[in-house]
């Protein structure tokens, strides 16, 4: 069964990291992201990666945030850095795009 399984998510304050990991089984996928949906707001694309190593990020994180993968293919991480409370937000893994597979979501909350 094909799954994805996050962590690394929780609270932290304003200008503090976290690192967010996304292991997939099961299936390689080219493209895997991750995208964040804060209350009341659309569900955005953060940051994503293919395989070959070409990267995309939102406007509001570059700089910021840096999306990597392992040499395993099978998981991705965001590391956020400089975090504000704009940021705060449920953030989704993603694999395949819009219409491919996603995480569960795991919380991430930033406090000033």
């Known amino acids: 069964q094909v799954q994805l399984v996050e962590s690394g998510g929780g609270p932290v304050q304003a200008g503090g990291s976290l690192r967010l990991s996304c292991t997939i089984s099961?299936?390689?996928?080219?493209?895997m992201g991750w995208y964040r949906q804060a209350p009341g707001k659309q569900r955005e694309l953060v940051a994503s990666?293919?395989?070959?190593?070409?990267?995309r990020y939102a406007t509001s994180v570059k700089g910021r945030f840096t999306i990597s993968r392992d040499r395993s293919e099978a998981t991705i991480y965001l590391e956020m850095n400089s975090l504000s409370v704009e940021d705060t937000a449920v953030y989704y893994c993603?694999?395949?795009?819009?219409?491919?597979?996603w995480g569960q979501g795991t919380q991430v909350t930033v406090s000033s």
């Open positions: 993603n694999a395949g795009g819009q219409e491919g597979l």
């Open positions: 099961g299936i390689v996928f080219n493209v």
């Open positions: 990666i293919t395989l070959s190593g070409s990267l």
